[in-house]
């Protein structure tokens, strides 16, 4: 099977933030979780680089827009390799294959009959650049809380509210195409009030993508942005063997987006692919908003948390591990640094790292530094270490990442239990069950390992790399009693994997 997960396009008004990162995050761990269990996989990411913002901000600052994009957009880059994203494609907006692209999606639309020449009147948001309707408006912002002016001006419309009825049966059909459930309900009850034609055009945003036959306009960044996803494919080149065919028409496409775009990727980009004739998504996963000690993070409020910061300060696990773990993907999730040190202290440090740490060190001193040779065995933590396998393909599959981890620190904490009540330490004199136990123990760590694999990369290698797991072992298929830990292979003394904060 193949897979195509994507991030959204971040906007380049400002460098990147725990927000951006913690998209990245969650589709960079089902790419790398799909890449284990035998699947090919494409994973994009990039830089939403036209617009309004855009424009003005470069010109407070007396650069040219180009200029500004490139020093921003390079920051996103660099997060991606700060963060250890295994992405595909890095695309810019500013890219002629993305211009390219989108012209294409306009004339195919302008051919479909679905754009018109009007006038636009309403309220427009130049921070969320997005046109609100009267009755969204709470207390005169829009519902994101940001500023609205009214604007005037000639416009090309999309005919969005010829596609209601279409989106609606799409809807009625798919239940899970946006998860969790209550941001599918949520995208629905707006699809349920009315969707009025859609403003595709600006008169007044020099900084964009020119409208094909009338440059006096340019085309709004929503449609310039969502494009993205089959840019990246190569399209237009819908041929057979081409990129587009392989992993969008006939693979699985997943979106990450947050809450606050959900409205642009489950009505508007599943209606302008219907307007072209392309396949709509397979899977939007929208997740929450993340809070600083709880207080909504802004710039006016300086709580912004950059992720570089924190990755120079805790490492990059350790924030991969907290941003992921903390909060259950759908739900909002309030940041603190002494959270995190208690999350990673407890978990990491504490559960998984002294297991190993403990385990080893008997190995070693134990068995003369090899793994023992036992009898064939079976008892209820070599069974819960087994059984995890197939729990998490299924909840990997389904996108459960919190689900997932939660069933790696279950046989964590389980595993400590057993060696804690086993006490191999007092059993030197007892062979067969010190070995018994030592080899049940190195084989709930090896599955603990691989399972961890897309979540801290770094560490779960460390780990596997201290068991000695063979790195073409190291596959979803091999969490099962066939590749068990063979029989006198070496473990060299122990180091400490996970560093614990004080």
């Avoid at 073409?472 to 292979?489: H, V």
């Amino acid at each position: 099977m193949r897979y195509y997960v994507t991030t959204p396009v971040y906007y380049v008004n400002d460098v990147p933030h725990i927000g951006h990162a913690y998209s990245s995050l969650i589709a960079d761990i089902i790419a790398r979780s799909l890449r284990m269990a035998g699947h090919e996989v494409l994973f994009t990411t990039g830089t939403d680089e036209h617009g309004q913002k855009v424009q003005n901000t470069a010109r407070k600052l007396n650069i040219s827009e180009k200029n500004f994009v490139d020093r921003i957009s390079l920051r996103f880059r660099e997060l991606c390799e700060v963060m250890q994203y295994q992405f595909s494609d890095f695309i810019r907006t500013t890219e002629a294959r993305h211009k390219e692209a989108v012209k294409n999606v306009w004339n195919k639309l302008w051919q479909n009959e679905l754009i018109y020449l009007g006038e636009y009147s309403g309220w427009y948001s130049e921070r969320d650049e997005c046109f609100y309707a009267e009755t969204e408006l709470q207390d005169d912002k829009a519902p994101t809380g940001a500023p609205v002016t009214w604007v005037k001006e000639a416009s090309y419309f999309f005919r969005l509210s010829q596609l209601s009825e279409k989106l609606r049966k799409f809807y009625k059909e798919n239940e899970s195409f946006i998860r969790p459930r209550n941001r599918f309900n949520e995208a629905l009850s707006f699809l349920e009030m009315g969707i009025n034609d859609l403003s595709i055009s600006r008169t007044k945003v020099e900084w964009g993508i020119a409208v094909p036959n009338d440059p006096s306009h340019t085309i709004y960044v929503w449609l310039d942005a969502l494009t993205n996803y089959i840019t990246s494919l190569g399209y237009p080149d819908i041929s057979p063997d081409s990129k587009y065919s392989e992993f969008w028409e006939n693979g699985h496409v997943i979106h990450i987006v947050g809450k606050d775009i959900l409205r642009f990727h489950g009505i508007y980009w599943p209606a302008f692919l219907m307007g072209v004739g392309l396949k709509v998504p397979d899977i939007i996963l929208a997740h929450g908003w993340w809070t600083n000690n709880g207080q909504k993070i802004s710039k006016s409020l300086g709580n912004t948390i950059d992720p570089f910061e924190l990755v120079s300060e805790f490492g990059v696990d350790s924030v991969r591990y907290f941003l992921i773990r903390e909060v259950t993907i759908g739900n909002d999730g309030s940041f603190s640094k002494a959270l995190l040190k208690d999350r990673i202290n407890s978990e990491l440090a504490n559960n998984i790292g002294n297991l190993l740490q403990r385990t080893l060190t008997l190995v070693v001193k134990q068995c003369g530094s090899r793994v023992p040779e036992v009898p064939k065995l079976s008892n209820r933590l070599l069974e819960l270490s087994y059984s995890l396998a197939s729990d998490y393909k299924a909840n990997m599959l389904k996108l459960s990442l919190n689900d997932s981890l939660e069933k790696i620190i279950h046989l964590a904490t389980q595993a400590n239990e057993y060696i804690s009540q086993s006490e191999p330490w007092k059993l030197k004199n007892e062979p067969e069950k010190l070995h018994e136990i030592l080899y049940t123990m190195l084989e709930a760590l090896r599955i603990i390992g691989i399972a961890l694999q897309p979540f801290i990369p770094g560490s779960a290698k460390a780990m596997l790399d201290s068991l000695a797991v063979p790195e073409e072992e190291r596959a979803m298929e091999n969490m099962t009693a066939a590749s068990a830990i063979k029989f006198g292979t070496l473990i060299e003394k122990p180091s400490p994997v996970f560093k614990k904060h004080e």
